[in-house]
């Protein structure tokens, strides 16, 4: 019985906090989408710090905010990610590769996607069959397709919806992965993938 009400006030704090943290990470996405906005429209963006802090808060990108190598995308919450988000020093930034990656799996829920090609030969791999479709492609909407069927292959195949089918596979693929006690996952490790997975990826290899 102390065990279960033990488990309920975590689950209750837990929740607490990734609120609290929704509300003021929207709150800094109102204020700084127009500034991005304004600043970068019709130019490219591709500094990765701001691409990767603007997906994180906001949940979005723009057509103009390309993803490059080192690049991480934040999926869940828990109190020690709410401190760094607190933290004067901390809280004004994305957390680094570094703290995220001295979280134990075990320990939260949290899971980071990593795109860089440098410590990830099959993501690698991938970019070199984009590029050899972008050379084979008579035209952009042609390359989008066969974009999109890569990624799709690469990550399952193709489902209707993302829950169902698609979101069980997940299920299994990332406890395997959290079995060899990772939390920042590299993008190309990824054999099935969610919508965000996909649409990382796609954006990565367009």
Not at 46 to 55: H, M
């Amino acid at each position: 019985e102390a065990s279960r009400d033990s488990s309920a006030q975590r689950s209750k704090e837990s929740y607490y906090l990734q609120l609290l943290l929704a509300k003021r990470i929207s709150a800094q996405a109102t204020l700084g989408s127009e500034t991005l906005l304004l600043r970068h429209t019709g130019f490219e963006v591709t500094d990765v710090e701001t691409v990767s802090y603007r997906l994180w808060v906001s949940g979005c990108l723009s057509y103009n905010e390309k993803i490059s190598d080192g690049f991480y995308n934040i999926l869940g919450m828990n109190p020690y990610l709410w401190v760094m988000c607190n933290d004067v020093e901390e809280g004004k930034r994305l957390p680094s590769l570094m703290s995220l990656r001295a979280i134990k799996p075990a320990e939260t829920s949290m899971e980071v996607v990593l795109v860089d090609k440098h410590g990830d030969s099959r993501l690698k791999e991938l970019q070199d069959k984009a590029q050899e479709l972008y050379c084979a492609s008579e035209n952009a909407l042609v390359l989008v397709e066969k974009l999109g069927k890569l990624v799709a292959i690469y990550m399952g195949g193709t489902y209707p919806v993302e829950q169902g089918d698609l979101h069980m596979r997940w299920k299994v693929v990332s406890k395997r992965l959290r079995e060899f006690q990772k939390t920042v996952l590299p993008i190309g490790s990824l054999s099935m993938g969610l919508c965000r997975h996909r649409a990382i990826l796609f954006k990565k290899l367009a």
